[in-house]
């Protein structure tokens, strides 16, 4: 039996010992990158001009964050964000050198609410003089959307082009039946019957409430997307509608789409340029260098981003996280800078933790200057809980929000753990000590005590909503408990005050403040290097939580994760 340990330990040591090792040369390899990146990007600090006539050419196949931020890839301070995006697109339109847009839309990952704001700017474009193409060699509701905004749609002849134009289809995946047979169970104690949160894990369908939230959000996209479409291409609504519901343009090909006037022209890229005369094409990123900056005004408007998950403490991830540390430090450097008149705060995000949540919204109301909401794609559960702050709320028709309720998910390990032969021996006194153990039976007297916890961050979370929106509590909660609205949605029954992307709240506030000139800065708290160190701390996390799970530790696993266990205000699904 000593050998045996001996041995497991002397396995531990060096997997451990390899996986620093791989690590530190990662971070070698990383650095040595980046330094190598600023040397080549010194010796070439000489921006190429811009010729006469030349077409912008957008890719979007890259997703556009609403933050963005400085990388160690991107020292040169490369940093288009979706807001960078739309302003780069208005010096286009004024610079004389741009003569229009190619939009290379093979791949979209923008979220519908940034599609929605980008299709006004190529809709404003087009309406300067500055023609849009549009060229692509895929073809699905998401691209298309986009491209129909454009003059002229353009796919190669070639039926190896994919085309994906149809009605939804969404699944979701319900795990009772499996998690049953493995031997965990989770107790899912949720506030809002339409609060769908983690009842993946408790039932072996879906529920009637969320079934009825998600055909209404998905009939309601659609039902934008046909009319869009039969609008942009002049076609008959009723006739474009029945097509798509009977799968004609489902693996359908170009040729096709030609004959239905989905498209305009059949020509390879090569001969697309050729045929119009394009002879210069500049990407977006060469191009945003060739930008001047505008006159700097002492009046300034900042714009503030919460993105991501909500979560209490900063956790170890490269990907976007919202924390009250975090976020409130952006807008206190907002609050405290006398130019700074006004601030617009962009919100994507599916909620998260129902007390970082509160942190935030209580920090807004004192910053002392008016705090105007731009939601992005999603700003619901806790992101709403957020913007209900704000003093005005702006929302784009496909933004998702709402969902007001709450919900607490505690898995429990105790068969799986009979089942590999662990015991666990329980020490404890005084009643509840234990409400959140993972190995042991939850009592019906420990579930309702944690329902009247939830109950009650669910009845501050309306406080805060009726108090920021001026709506009575018997109104909201036939708007609430869980319930998800798409952006025309929430602004008829008071949720968002006006349908309107991220300028819309910008030159909203403006006009609030009744400024004629002014600023518009982007409020960052980040260093050179804090993603990059963000993600080996990641890295880290993950090995760390990898040699738990060989220790045996399981609590390891989950004890970091803030959506489990604690009330959480979070957005099911994502549309």
Known sequence: MVVFKLLKNVILFILKELASFAIKILIVVAILTGIFIKISGDREKKVARIKDDSYLELNLSSEVAEKGGMTLFAIEGENINFYNLLKILDSAERDSRIKGVILKSDDVALNRAQIEELSDKLTELKEAGKPVYAFSRVMDNRNYYLAVNANEIVMPPSRGSSIDLKGYYTESRYLKRLTDKVGIKYNVIHVGDYKAFGETYVREDMSPERKADLTRILDTIYDEFVARVAERRNLPRTILNRKILDGDFVLADPFKLKKERLIDSLEYYHEFLENRGIENVVGLGEYSKNIHSPKEVKDKIAVVYAEGNILYSAQRSPKAIITPENLIKELDMAGENPDVKGIVLRIDSPGGSALASEVINAKMKEIGKPIYISMGGTAASGGYYISSAGQKIYASRGTVTGSIGVVSI????????????????????????????????????????????????????KERVSGGRGIDSESLEKIAGGRVWLGEEAVENGLVDEIGGIEAAIEGMAEYLELE????????DEKPFERFFMSYSYMRGVYSRVMAVISGDEKAVVEENELLVRPVMYLPYKI
């Open 410 to 461: 505690i898995p429990n390990f105790s068969e799986v753990s009979e089942k590999l032969g662990v015991n666990t021996e329980i020490i404890e006194k005084g009643k509840f000590s234990g409400i959140y153990s993972l190995f042991n039976e939850m009592t019906e007297e420990e579930r309702e005590r944690i329902y009247e916890s939830s109950l009650g961050v669910y009845e501050e979370f």
């Open 517 to 524: 000139e002014y600023s518009v800065v982007e409020v960052r």
